[in-house]
């Protein structure tokens, strides 16, 4: 009866999220954080199934499309040492982001282990006023000195290349193999497990809310509409991704990487390589939600990934 009356609930959410329709009517559609698994299908179906606004719908999908919420991660500004390369000194990094974005987390992930000062630059879903001056549409956008870099992984290689320009971001085999394997397999195993319940779907949109740039209205339409919408959009991912079991699914993707691993403290031996970065970019939001702490209570992950904590350190981020 609880998770009957949870789906209720959500559903009026839905229905109450109508009522700003002029309001979101006035601003642009959204796309999402930049990612080959984006279907522009999904926000007619919220509206054809649901009966959700299309313009409640295109601003939750594109907000939330994939995104990983967290409950504990805070914005403060910590005082870093300096890069880790002397030979990559840029004067200012910007990167524009969804702060519940995987792929966003990625960079920042590269970022903070390699101790570049950037300045983050919470980007509204909604208006998405903060990229007018872009081309590109979707998240991350990182500037470095005025050049503009998309699509995570490209953020990361052109970095890499900076920071070492002797070495090539795409010569070793086994790195590439589970880079792609967290853009194509991962992340699709983490919506399904944060939006599993109506409780988790709360629980992710609680933090979104809080945490992303959105107005007074905007934030309840998003919280309760959202959370309503992804729920049962999550359904439609398990069916997508061939998942049956959504905890199942992750505990199987964590210990897969612990396989990976062969004993080694990281993939790349005794240091992180990209690929240790980017699983621990992708998981590192999820931690302290349900689906991360079953993840670890579950699974022999908790390790690497408390070593991981230690080597990335703190943000080198500083929200303006």
């Given at each position: 009866?609880?998770?009957?009356?949870?789906?209720?609930?959500?559903?009026?959410?839905?229905?109450?999220?109508?009522?700003?329709?002029?309001?979101?009517?006035?601003?642009?559609?959204?796309?999402?954080?930049?990612?080959?698994?984006?279907?522009?299908?999904?926000?007619?179906?919220?509206v054809?199934?649901?009966?959700?606004?299309?313009?409640?719908?295109?601003?939750?999908?594109?907000?939330?499309?994939?995104?990983?919420?967290?409950?504990?991660?805070?914005?403060?500004?910590?005082?870093?040492e300096?890069?880790?390369?002397?030979?990559?000194?840029?004067k200012?990094?910007?990167?524009?982001?969804?702060?519940?974005?995987?792929?966003?987390?990625?960079?920042?992930?590269?970022?903070?282990?390699?101790?570049?000062?950037?300045?983050v630059?919470?980007?509204?879903?909604?208006?998405?006023?903060?990229?007018?001056?872009?081309?590109?549409?979707?998240v991350?956008?990182?500037?470095?000195?005025?050049?503009?870099?998309?699509?995570?992984?490209?953020?990361?290689?052109?970095?890499?290349?900076?920071?070492?320009?002797?070495?090539?971001?795409?010569?070793?085999d086994?790195?590439n193999?589970?880079?792609?394997?967290?853009?194509n397999?991962l992340?699709?195993?983490?919506?399904?497990?944060?939006?599993?319940s109506?409780s988790?779907?709360?629980?992710?949109f609680?933090?979104?809310?809080?945490?992303?740039?959105?107005?007074?209205?905007?934030?309840?339409?998003?919280?309760?509409?959202?959370?309503?919408?992804?729920?049962?959009?999550?359904?439609?991912?398990?069916?997508?991704?061939?998942?049956?079991?959504?905890?199942?699914?992750?505990?199987?993707?964590?210990?897969?990487?612990?396989?990976?691993?062969?004993?080694?403290?990281?993939?790349?031996?005794?240091?992180?390589?990209?690929?240790?970065?980017?699983?621990?970019?992708?998981?590192r939001?999820?931690?302290?939600?349900?689906?991360?702490?079953?993840?670890?209570?579950?699974?022999?992950?908790?390790?690497?990934?408390?070593?991981?904590?230690?080597?990335?350190?703190?943000?080198?981020?500083?929200?303006?």
């Amino acid at each position: 009866m609880r998770r009957v009356g949870g789906i209720a609930t959500l559903r009026r959410a839905v229905s109450s999220g109508v009522a700003t329709q002029q309001h979101l009517a006035q601003v642009a559609p959204l796309s999402t954080c930049s990612s080959s698994s984006n279907s522009p299908n999904f926000s007619r179906r919220l509206v054809d199934q649901f009966g959700i606004s299309p313009y409640v719908s295109r601003g939750v999908v594109g907000t939330v499309f994939f995104s990983v919420a967290a409950s504990s991660l805070a914005q403060d500004v910590h005082a870093k040492e300096p890069p880790r390369s002397g030979k990559f000194l840029p004067k200012e990094v910007v990167l524009y982001q969804y702060e519940a974005c995987p792929f966003c987390n990625k960079v920042k992930a590269f970022l903070d282990y390699n101790n570049i000062p950037y300045k983050v630059v919470e980007v509204n879903p909604i208006s998405k006023k903060e990229i007018k001056w872009s081309e590109y549409k979707k998240v991350p956008i990182l500037t470095v000195d005025g050049e503009q870099l998309v699509d995570s992984s490209e953020i990361i290689d052109n970095l890499f290349q900076k920071i070492h320009p002797d070495s090539s971001a795409s010569s070793d085999d086994e790195e590439n193999k589970w880079r792609g394997w967290v853009d194509n397999h991962l992340v699709h195993v983490l919506s399904p497990n944060i939006y599993r319940s109506t409780s988790e779907a709360l629980e992710s949109f609680d933090y979104i809310t809080t945490h992303g740039n959105f107005s007074f209205t905007e934030r309840l339409v998003a919280k309760y509409a959202g959370a309503a919408a992804m729920y049962f959009v999550s359904k439609k991912l398990k069916k997508r991704h061939n998942i049956t079991d959504e905890r199942a699914a992750l505990y199987e993707a964590a210990e897969t990487w612990v396989d990976a691993l062969k004993g080694r403290q990281y993939l790349g031996g005794t240091k992180p390589n990209l690929a240790d970065l980017a699983v621990f970019g992708v998981l590192r939001p999820i931690r302290h939600l349900k689906s991360g702490k079953d993840m670890v209570e579950h699974t022999q992950i908790g390790e690497w990934f408390s070593r991981m904590e230690n080597a990335v350190g703190e943000s080198a981020g500083i929200q303006v």
